[in-house]
């Protein structure tokens, strides 16, 4: 090679694959970590293996769900609160599956950015083990993505990808809720995964100091409010769901209750919610105030303190509450399904808000 002409790498390109490795190296026994029946734990391969017969099933159905964190990541990234977004991410996808009576079973994600840093990038990762362990569901592979050019200094990106499981015969499909159907709710943990671009503007327009408490919880920062990861209902959900003493569940994210509940109704019953059943939450209050939002943009932005919804017979509300406080739930009565066009309505002192599915758009900003 001639000494006149330069001699290019990757790395001088502004991709690591030495740092790439050492990222791998370090999140190994994170990944072990979330080793379940079927799946040994390991990574390193081009593909994962699960044995769904070693998890103890005989004629499942398999169920694929993928998602996102949408702009929290930036409140994440802005803020240098990297810890919890990995279960954020875990949770929009197995939420998803327990709604149709899956149990979750292995997880895969994508961890992209312009340039590689392994602190930032494991802290992340360990959030998804962590968000995994929580799931019971192993983490059998994912993809580390450098690429200069793609994101700005600092930005990453965040993509999940999940597999569940279910006894052929066995999942929900919301085809058993009639009129007379009692609506269970189950508490949220916060804002969730779903509205923080309006969360970010009524930051950036008040001029909220984060690093302030709370005005709603004086012994929590405001940003570690807003931080709080995305609630994972599969644990305490799945011995309830294989009783068979629920007929339907909701995952309430983008699209409030007033449009992801009625995605599991049939034609000709309708969803009747107090909006008086429970209290609303001092940080749903202050996002309101602070808006100045009008509460049917609340019911469709927002979880408003409901993170997943269940429809059950009346003879089983008593039953399926005491399990699921026993579990660590804390649980509302809601309302109930009467027949009409499928739909949803919210009716509270603020006023009445009626909705339906929206399957076009996507809420997850």
């Known amino acids: ?191 969730h995964s779903n509205g923080f671009s309006l969360v970010r503007r009524l930051a950036e327009d008040k001029g909220w100091r984060l690093d302030r408490p709370a005005l709603f919880d004086q012994d929590r920062l405001l940003i570690e409010t807003l931080m709080e990861p995305t609630r994972i209902y599969v644990k305490s959900l799945l011995p309830v769901v294989r009783s068979g003493k629920v007929d339907a569940l909701a995952h309430i994210t983008g699209g409030g209750l007033l449009e992801n509940i009625p995605r599991v109704l049939p034609e000709g019953a309708r969803a009747v919610v107090d909006a008086d059943a429970w209290a609303q939450p001092g940080l749903m209050a202050f996002l309101q105030a602070q808006g100045n939002i009008e509460p049917g943009e609340m019911a469709r932005t927002f979880n408003c303190g409901v993170g997943m919804v269940l429809a059950v017979l009346p003879e089983h509300v008593g039953s399926v509450t005491a399990e699921l406080v026993e579990a660590g739930e804390t649980v509302f009565r809601l309302g109930e399904i009467v027949a009409g066009h499928r739909g949803c309505e919210v009716r509270g002192s603020q006023g009445t808000w009626s909705g339906k599915a929206d399957w076009s758009a996507s809420h997850d900003a």
């Open 1 to 191: 090679m001639s000494d006149d002409k330069p001699s290019y790498t990757y790395e001088q390109a502004g991709v690591s694959i030495a740092a790439g490795n050492a990222l791998v190296k370090a999140i190994g026994p994170l990944v072990k970590a979330t080793r379940r029946p079927g799946a040994d734990g390991e990574i390193g391969g081009f593909g994962g293996f699960f044995d769904p017969r070693a998890a103890g099933y005989k004629d499942p159905l398999l169920v694929a769900g993928n998602d996102g964190v949408g702009t929290k990541l930036k409140l994440a990234i802005d803020s240098g609160r990297h810890e919890t977004v990995g279960i954020d991410l875990v949770a929009m996808c197995v939420n998803d599956l327990i709604v149709q009576g899956a149990e979750p079973l292995f997880f895969l994600d994508y961890f992209a950015t312009g340039k590689l840093e392994n602190g930032i990038a494991e802290t992340v990762i360990a959030g998804i083990a962590e968000g995994c362990k929580l799931a019971g569901c192993a983490l059998i592979g994912g993809e580390t993505a450098e690429m200069p050019g793609m994101y700005a200094e600092g930005d990453y990106d965040l993509a999940g990808f999940c597999v569940g499981a279910v006894e052929r015969g066995e999942q929900l499909t919301g085809e058993r809720v009639a009129p007379g159907h009692v609506l269970l709710g189950l508490a949220s943990s916060g804002v």
